[in-house]
């Protein structure tokens, strides 16, 4: 998120670009929707780049952001970013089908972590700008998770994947 805000990554013309940026996660969650045969699809999340990679699919789709406490999961529970961002998404995506028994939900969770330091979204400017710092001129992981949840036959997917991106100094 940081990188894109900054304007560091490419602009997203074709969604498929992403394996190179990992913005949304992996494509094999979308092609998987290729085979899935459901009346409505609901992405849980507010995200312009996910909204854009469904737009590029031609998938229709609605806008349901889920309410999840992302507060209430701690990173120090958990032994390994992945599983932190899959449990989050996986929250993020069980709110909404409460919303939406019958839908197929998209739900997706993205964090960044350098030297035992998760960073998530930035409270406001000033934050955003420590995290910056913090990044400018180092190597971090960044970590997403795309979870479909299809509430008519209760499959489930889990996709996580996570990139090294370099962070020139500012």
Do not use: C
């Not at 089908?97 to 998530?120: C, E, F, K, R, W």
């Amino acid at each position: 998120h940081l990188a894109a805000r900054a304007g560091v990554l490419p602009s997203l013309k074709n969604p498929f670009e992403y394996e190179k940026t990992n913005i949304l996660g992996t494509l094999n969650v979308f092609e998987l929707m290729k085979n899935y045969t459901v009346k409505h699809i609901v992405l849980a999340s507010t995200s312009a780049r996910r909204q854009e990679i469904l737009r590029w699919l031609g998938v229709p789709f609605e806008i349901v952001p889920s309410n999840f406490d992302e507060d209430a999961v701690r990173f120090s529970d958990f032994d390994d970013p992945e599983g932190y961002v899959a449990t989050i998404a996986s929250g993020k995506a069980y709110v909404v089908s409460q919303l939406h028994p019958n839908a197929l939900i998209i739900a997706s969770d993205t964090m960044v972590y350098m030297d035992g330091v998760m960073y998530g979204k930035p409270r406001n400017l000033t934050h955003a700008r420590e995290i910056m710092k913090a990044l400018s001129g180092k190597t971090h992981t960044v970590y997403t998770a795309v979870v479909m949840v299809d509430g008519e036959t209760g499959d489930r997917r889990t996709e996580i994947v996570s990139s090294q991106v370099i962070f020139f100094p500012m």
